[in-house]
């Protein structure tokens, strides 16, 4: 079915929102309107804010995330004498309108993995190094905000000062790219989200996750799906002994319940790797560490290689302190992370804000290729403001590079 027109003159590119032209380079105007039709969103008449219309400006708001929306929309398009824009209630019932499916279907077609085998610290032994973690985000004080997301207790001074929602990211660590996330109520535990997550693993993924993910049954599930896993685990975990190895690791075999462990059944053998972190400047300096793997040689995956991979995993606490402290900063005039006032809106700012880090991640990661230097010397906020303020001046055809 043909999309009604967009009554809003276009510009001398022949696209209404003229100014976000440079995005095409990694967001199509031919998958947004692809996305459109596969998730029914067809306007049945001529109007000023079509569906595509919307996508486009709620792609804008993760980029131009200081802004209202009414002022994202000025953003979107060049200045024309006497044009009369939209008010703010007009574009917010065009988003209700739209809802979240486009964006979460335009998510899954755009964002994948950036990483090739010349990419530094994202491969080990050919397998790419993947994360998974969560994050708490801030909402706006709004009833049915808090109705869907919860809001936090804060004891005996009473509730927190905002809702709020529990984000948890599959992250690929060499490039920063989140490529799969899963937003829920700030009660839901991170740990009941892990199997939706694991059907986002690459083939070739070595999962690296922290000692509040592990268990029994994700090791189960992460043996019978065949992913690889290093993970740090608790120091009261019981891990006995069943062959030391080489390198000072050994084998041990964990259980889903301490009878099973009586019975000897029910195992699942596990490598142990137990090292002390001796950097002052963190966290658990000259503290015992316990690691767990399923690469069980110690030949092929010496523990001198994997303790320090290990720590790959803050590359993704890296990604959420771009977008929560530098692409979504809070402010006076902004006190909560996100700024949509409905659920609805939430989930769809949450999608903008991923697929604009993706833009910046994407061009960073060519840029970085095209200069022949490490991406990690490139700076995340520069480049950043850098698309805000150069975003105008590019098409869809232009050699953009994130340079000042």
């Not at 001398?12 to 029914?40: K, M, N, P, Y």
């Not at 610290?121 to 994050?135: K, P, Q, S």
């Not at 993970?231 to 084998?251: M, Q, W």
């Amino acid at each position: 079915m043909r999309q009604g027109r967009c009554t809003l003159p276009p510009g001398i590119s022949g696209r209404v929102c003229d100014r976000l032209a440079g995005l095409e380079q990694v967001i199509s105007s031919g998958a947004i309107r692809q996305v459109l039709l596969a998730t029914g969103r067809v306007n049945s008449r001529a109007c000023k804010l079509t569906h595509e219309v919307m996508l486009w400006v709620i792609l804008a708001m993760g980029i131009f995330t200081n802004l209202p929306i009414r002022q994202v929309f000025k953003q979107t398009r060049f200045a024309r004498v006497g044009e009369d824009l939209p008010n703010r209630s007009s574009l917010c019932h065009a988003r209700q309108r739209l809802g979240v499916a486009p964006m979460r279907r335009l998510f899954l077609e755009t964002v994948h993995l950036l990483a090739t085998s010349e990419t530094p610290c994202a491969f080990y032994h050919g397998m790419r190094l993947m994360g998974i973690d969560g994050v708490v985000m801030n909402l706006p004080d709004r009833p049915a905000n808090e109705k869907t997301f919860g809001r936090p207790s804060g004891g005996d001074r009473g509730m927190g000062a905002f809702p709020q929602l529990r984000k948890v990211s599959l992250v690929e660590l060499g490039t920063h790219v989140e490529t799969a996330f899963i937003a829920k109520t700030i009660t839901t535990s991170e740990q009941t989200v892990i199997p939706a997550l694991l059907n986002y693993m690459p083939e070739d993924g070595l999962l690296l996750w922290d000692r509040g993910f592990c268990s029994y049954e994700h090791m189960k599930m992460l043996k019978r799906k065949d992913i690889s896993i290093l993970a740090r685990v608790k120091n009261n975990l019981t891990l006995k002994p069943i062959a030391h190895l080489s390198d000072g690791s050994y084998l041990a075999k964990i259980y889903p319940k301490p009878y099973d462990r009586e019975k000897d059944r029910n195992d699942i053998v596990v490598r142990v790797i137990h090292y002390i972190l001796d950097d002052p400047e963190r966290t658990g300096h000259d503290e015992e560490q316990v690691l767990i793997t399923n690469l069980l040689g110690e030949k092929l995956y010496p523990a001198e290689e994997l303790i320090p991979l290990y720590h790959e995993r803050w590359e993704h606490e890296l990604v959420y302190d771009e977008q929560k402290t530098h692409q979504d900063s809070r402010r006076a005039t902004k006190p909560t992370h996100l700024r949509s006032e409905t659920p609805a809106g939430v989930i769809q700012e949450l999608f903008a804000l991923s697929l604009a880090h993706f833009v910046v991640r994407a061009l960073m990661f060519e840029s970085a290729a095209m200069i022949e230097i490490d991406r990690d010397r490139m700076s995340f906020t520069g480049c950043f403001q850098i698309l805000q303020c150069r975003l105008p001046e590019c098409n869809a055809r232009s050699e953009y590079s994130l340079q000042e």
